[in-house]
């Protein structure tokens, strides 16, 4: 454990933050998985699922959670997915 006050503080706010991003991350893999399923099973929903997953990953990278590329080849594979 770190001694010097500012270093403590540091610690807590790292804390916050490991669980705000992990939180954020979790949120928006459900969103993508959920639109998986529902292609899958051919479920009518899947263009709202799609809507929600694309949003979910372009929050995900305006927050600097995932890289802008990743972000843009993830909702491309989904828009492929989609219009399959």
Do not use: W
Request: net charge positive.
């Amino acid at each position: 454990m770190p001694i010097i006050k500012s270093a403590i503080e540091r610690a807590k706010t790292n804390v916050k933050a490991n669980e705000r991003n992990s939180a954020q991350l979790s949120t928006m893999r459900t969103a993508v998985k959920r639109f998986e399923t529902a292609k899958t099973a051919g479920a009518d929903n899947a263009e709202e699922l799609y809507r929600a997953a694309s949003a979910a990953v372009d929050k995900a990278a305006s927050k600097g959670l995932i890289k802008r590329n990743k972000a843009s080849r993830d909702k491309s594979r989904m828009a492929a997915r989609l219009a399959k």
